[in-house]
């Protein structure tokens, strides 16, 4: 029997993997509940995207940059700003070739990238949600600067690392634990900017949604919640690596990148359990020639199992002759299955840069992590990583900034086969189950959605 759409919800990421996968799944999980939802992606993507979107429907829109996409712009700003102008016009008129089509639309659910998004929800009257893909705390701590609330130190990292910052909401945080924003000295100006104006009208949104889930963070969330609609919605991964209440959603079901699946998973079929190292760092971080090849002798030094994701265009930056040398303990691949490899019994822990997407991964399949934070909200991730949940080790670095083969080794035995790894991996386990409760029938994020799919199906 097909279910009856109560409403029709249009969904618009960012144009980029780790902002469009949250945003799907968030829409999956709106179509088993009985609501029409159309995922908005740019022209570009589109003619790009493998992908296989069963209960969600897909539609174009323009970023003024059809042939392509981000990279033909000529900058950053130029990008954001021909998106907003030109993005607006398309999506206006989506909006209205829906209503003519009999599918009139009752939300527009936005990247919080992209705030113009909900200044033409509210021309035609109708609803906008604010999709935050980042972590509540670093939004938090992105907010409080906006309203020039938070004051920081004029100091830099190397020079005064014990600096405390004080935001309410969070514990108390060093200069390093902030986004790196705060104490790179004109870091990306544009992307900064943009994250900043993720603030710029959200007071007039009517619910804003975070990829996180309210036991993993709930000082900040019931901190959030009194300023803001706040709705955590998360982990946003696909069902059957969570609830399993949607027995199909295996995977996200769009993918930029094609995955060496068969190869990652024959390959982790015949090591013992929890013996491996899984090494990736998104597809956006690129890392030094020196960083590259301290990370490599680590990985030989410390002589177990890996499986490192290393993309093409970075495999020129691997010693002469390594994958030769480590064959019989490492493989070494373009792009990884990442849900499938990280929820593999022979998985021992993750060596990542602490994107958001891959750490709410880690936390919901029970994997300890090792950070290597790059940028952005990365340090920040890597300090409650740590810290906070306990659920794995920040690397430290030397006094150029690196992260050498010593330190890769230590942390790795550390979790492998040090006591303190048996606390992370019991931390890891317990919000692991806490994840999957969050997103279970009746848990907090499901109710979350249940509360707005009853609302706007009263409209």
């Known amino acids: 029997m097909v279910m009856e759409e109560k409403a029709h919800v249009l969904l618009l990421p960012y144009p980029a993997q780790g902002h469009i996968n949250p945003v799907l799944q968030f829409g999956k999980r709106l179509s088993s509940k009985g609501i029409k939802t159309t995922l908005l992606v740019t022209k570009f993507i589109f003619k790009s995207m493998q992908a296989e979107l069963s209960s969600v429907g897909v539609e174009t829109i323009s970023d003024g940059h059809d042939e392509g996409g981000f990279a033909a ?19 206006t008129e989506l909006i209205r070739k829906q209503e003519t089509a009999g599918y009139p639309v009752s939300c527009v659910v936005y990247d919080a990238f992209l705030p113009w998004s909900l200044d033409v929800a509210k021309e035609f009257g109708i609803f906008g949600a604010s999709f935050f893909t980042q972590a509540c705390a670093v939004n938090n701590i992105y907010y409080y600067f906006h309203v020039g609330q938070l004051e920081i130190p004029d100091a830099d990292t190397s020079t005064q690392p014990n600096v405390s910052v004080t935001i309410p909401g969070l514990p108390s945080l060093k200069l390093p634990d902030l986004p790196s924003f705060f104490y790179v000295a004109g870091q990306y100006p544009a992307y900064f900017q943009m ?15 975070v990829n996180t889930f309210k036991e993993l963070e709930v000082e900040v969330v019931e901190w959030m919640a009194k300023l803001f609609p706040i709705k955590t919605i998360g982990p946003t991964i696909p069902s059957m690596y969570l609830d399993k209440r949607l027995k199909d959603d295996t995977d996200y079901g769009l993918n930029l990148y094609k995955p060496d ?31 590259m090849e301290e990370l490599a002798w680590g990985l030989k030094g410390v002589n177990t199992y890996f499986l490192w994701v290393v993309r093409a265009s970075e495999e020129s930056k691997l010693p002469a002759k390594f994958k030769e040398e480590t064959s019989e303990k490492g ?3 373009n792009w990884s299955p990442q849900l499938d490899v990280l929820a593999h019994q022979a998985m021992g822990c993750f060596v990542t840069h602490c994107g958001w997407n891959s750490t709410i991964e880690a936390l919901s399949l029970g994997v300890p992590m090792i950070g290597i934070p790059q940028w952005t909200d990365q340090p920040t991730n890597a300090k409650f990583v740590q810290d906070i949940w306990e659920v794995g080790l920040k690397a430290s670095v030397d006094d150029k900034g690196m992260v050498t083969r010593e330190e890769l080794e230590r942390c790795i035995r550390q979790i492998l086969e040090g006591d ?16 999957q409760k969050a997103t279970d029938e009746g848990g907090s994020s499901d109710k979350n959605i249940d509360e707005f799919v009853s609302k706007i199906s009263q409209n």
């Open 195 to 209: 994250i900043l104006n993720q603030y710029s009208n959200v007071e007039k949104a009517d619910w804003i949604f």
């Open 331 to 333: 493989l070494i691949v």
């Open 73 to 91: 712009a000529e900058s950053i700003c130029a990008y954001i700003s021909s998106f907003a102008k030109v993005g607006s016009l398309t999506l």
């Open 420 to 435: 303190r790894g048996v606390e992370i991996k019991k931390n890891a386990t317990m919000l692991k189950e806490l994840a």
């Open 261 to 291: 699946s068969s190869i990652c998973m024959n390959w982790l079929n015949d090591k013992p359990i929890g013996s491996v190292a899984y090494i990736a760092f998104g597809s956006i971080a690129e890392l030094g020639v020196e960083q």
